[in-house]
């Protein structure tokens, strides 16, 4: 890892996947807010956190950390090279974005109507998308949830849009379950719309905004 680390480092396009990295993190974060804001379901990941709480009745917060301190590790054995500069932000600093964010959303809608909250998860959903597929391809590390359909896409003749369609009803289905089979509120149709469309729209980002931001239009790695 430290060898592809300082690998990285010293090859040209470094700073450029550096600012892909952290523009896309923090705004994989302000989306995240956004999201909440429009409280018509939360993301994938977050039912399955929710799930889990249900059944480890701690703060949230902690339980968050401690759910991605568990897949960190489990990162670090499946595929050590998707750490970096990626996942040390998504683990220190997104909470605090989605924060920041949610704050000044709700402050600017404190009592939204239906349709201002649809518009707003209409402008988080592509905007989590494009965020996301900033920092997968500058590859200078991924978030503890993200990695695994990236790592099945390399391991498996499946493509990652499909794959990400896969890990993300997956843990909706998970979290549902342990939360009895009741919503409470956190099942919505963000919830549907980012587990059905949520890899087939950061595949088309990859393709169309992240890769020719990095190597150049028209050009390939």
Do not use: H
């Amino acid at each position: 890892m430290k060898e592809t680390i300082l690998r990285k480092c010293r090859e040209p396009l470094f700073a450029r996947r550096t600012l892909m990295t952290v523009a896309g993190v923090l705004t994989c974060g302000f989306s995240v807010g956004i999201f909440k804001t429009s409280a018509l379901g939360v993301d994938p990941f977050q039912v399955l956190c929710n799930g889990i709480n249900a059944v480890v009745p701690i703060p949230f917060g902690t339980l968050y950390v401690l759910i991605n301190i568990v897949l960190l590790i489990a990162m670090f054995f499946a595929d050590r090279r998707a750490i970096g500069l990626g996942t040390l932000i998504n683990l220190f600093l997104l909470g605090y974005v989605v924060d920041f964010s949610e704050r000044l959303w709700t402050s600017l809608f404190p009592a939204p109507s239906f349709a201002v909250k649809l518009l707003l998860l209409l402008a988080a959903i592509p905007l989590l998308c494009i965020s996301s597929a900033l920092y997968f391809t500058a590859d200078m590390g991924v978030s503890t949830y993200d990695v695994w359909a990236l790592w099945l896409d390399r391991k498996t003749k499946f493509p990652f849009r499909f794959l990400r369609i896969c890990t993300d009803l997956l843990c909706v289905g998970t979290g549902f379950a342990l939360m009895g089979f009741r919503s409470a509120g956190v099942i919505g149709i963000g919830t549907i719309v980012t587990a059905l469309f949520m890899g087939p729209l950061i595949d088309l980002f990859n393709r169309k905004v992240a890769r020719p931001l990095l190597y150049g239009k028209g050009r390939r790695p």
